[in-house]
């Protein structure tokens, strides 16, 4: 029996014994995580920074806060999400008692992701936690340190037999996927995201899958384009654009291109100094292979800003590029890193229908003075919009201070 079919055979057996259905006990585990994150976060901080330069207010802002704040969330409505609930009789049910009751499925699957290892990977098991479940927790490979750091420390907080840690590469996961779960959530791109939903038919496993995209921009001439691109620039850089629902690409009118490029830099300076290569808030691309897969999308494109790299570093400098072809390369896949591609368009019309042509992304960022610009741009679910912006309350070291400015 391989390693990975151990965990599962194991969780599965934990799930069994009907320890994890008790509401004290899915509380004490989520303390114990809990504590993991206030006793430990140094241990975490750490291996961000060596796997993507995050810096120590950074790794808490974006990967541990949110996990603190989602477990005090269950931890305080866990009773009343367990409690059954009633449902509204017809002629079938009259005589009957009718309610749900929320049950825990059994064994899930967590396959994390690398641009933000603990957000992405931590969330669903707190989750699955709540809801009584046994989970295998698999981090990416991709962030090396923090996998291990993952590895060595969940079993120390939480019960083991119940949340086993299973690390490795493509081999593991593929091993993983052949055995059955009661659910499978995989956060990362649509390659692996179909794989993984071919493998969860075979048993039909329902899956929650959070994938990227091409995320647009449109900044309507009439806007303060002042604010609206350093809100872009903020979003698009933040994690050396390693963010699935960052600004991918601007659309705009070409009368306002050079000001867009112009408030641009501005706010690169503002946010990461003269020099982002030696700015601590200033990420790198998780390995060489990403690096040299970025580089390649510049090839027949025009580089309007920017343009400093250093591949053994991993360094890739903020990047605008100017008077992008629909057919550029940089447009043909999610970029997933600090290229800002400016694609002139006639008005609005043009934009909603450029959108219309490409596949939903998770987010759409619309920047005008008009409410009519808004409500015409539908090609994506713009309450996904506000998660983004919101985060730009927030304010912390240089990429954050005085944003609303």
């Known amino acids: 029996m391989s390693r990975e079919q151990q965990a599962v055979a194991q969780a599965r057996k934990a799930f069994e014994t009907g320890r994890s259905r008790s509401l004290e006990y899915?509380?004490?585990?989520?303390?114990?995580?809990?504590?993991?994150?206030?006793e430990k976060q140094k241990e975490i901080s750490d291996a961000s920074k060596k796997d993507l330069n995050k810096s120590e207010v950074g790794t808490q802002l974006f990967e541990t806060l949110g996990l603190e704040g989602e477990i005090s969330l269950a931890i305080q409505k866990l009773k009343?999400?367990?409690?059954?609930?009633?449902?509204?009789?017809?002629?079938?049910?009259?005589?009957?008692t009718v309610y749900i009751q929320p049950e825990p499925l059994g064994v899930v699957l967590i396959i994390g992701a690398?641009?933000?290892?603990?957000?992405?990977t931590i969330q669903p098991l707190i989750g699955a936690i709540a809801a009584g479940n046994a989970a295998v927790v698999k981090p990416s490979e991709?962030?090396?340190?923090?996998?291990?750091?993952?590895e060595d420390l969940l079993p120390l907080y939480l019960d083991k037999e119940l949340y086993p840690v299973v690390t490795g590469g493509v081999p593991?996961?593929?091993?993983?996927?052949?055995?059955?779960?009661d659910h499978i959530f995989y956060t990362g791109n649509s390659m692996v995201g179909k794989v993984i939903m071919e493998a969860a038919a075979k048993h039909l496993t329902p899956v929650t899958l959070e994938l990227g995209g091409k995320s647009p921009c449109y900044i309507d001439k009439n806007c303060d384009i002042s604010i609206a691109c350093r809100r872009i620039t903020w979003g698009k850089y933040t994690n050396?654009?390693?963010?699935?629902?960052?600004?991918?690409?601007?659309?705009c009118e070409p009368s306002i291109q050079d000001r867009v490029i112009e408030e641009v830099k501005k706010s690169i300076k503002d946010f990461y100094t003269d020099n982002p290569k030696t700015c601590p808030d200033y990420g790198r691309i998780i390995n060489q292979r990403h690096f040299k897969r970025i580089m390649g999308l510049l090839k027949d494109s025009t580089v309007a800003a920017g343009g400093d790299n250093d591949e053994s570093n991993c360094f890739i400098g903020p990047i605008v590029?100017?008077?992008?072809?629909?057919?550029?390369?940089?447009m043909q896949e999610e970029i997933f890193g600090p290229l800002l591609p400016i694609l002139p368009v006639s008005g609005l019309d043009e934009a909603i229908k450029f959108i219309n042509k490409g596949e939903k992304p998770l987010a759409l960022y619309v920047f005008s003075a008009d409410e009519k610009v808004y409500l015409s741009i539908t090609t994506a679910d713009l309450h996904m919009c506000h998660f983004l912006l919101n985060l730009l309350y927030f304010n912390s070291k240089n990429y954050l201070q005085k944003v609303y400015e």
């Open 26 to 38: 899915r509380v004490l585990q989520l303390k114990n995580l809990q504590r993991l994150f206030l």
């Open 80 to 96: 009343e999400w367990a409690a059954p609930r009633p449902v509204e009789k017809n002629l079938l049910t009259l005589s009957d």
């Open 114 to 120: 690398w641009n933000y290892p603990w957000a992405v």
């Open 142 to 150: 991709v962030c090396v340190h923090t996998a291990k750091v993952m």
């Open 172 to 181: 593991e996961t593929q091993e993983l996927l052949r055995q059955r779960f």
């Open 240 to 251: 050396c654009g390693q963010t699935c629902i960052a600004p991918d690409y601007i659309l």
């Open 321 to 330: 590029l100017r008077d992008v072809k629909p057919e550029a390369t940089v």
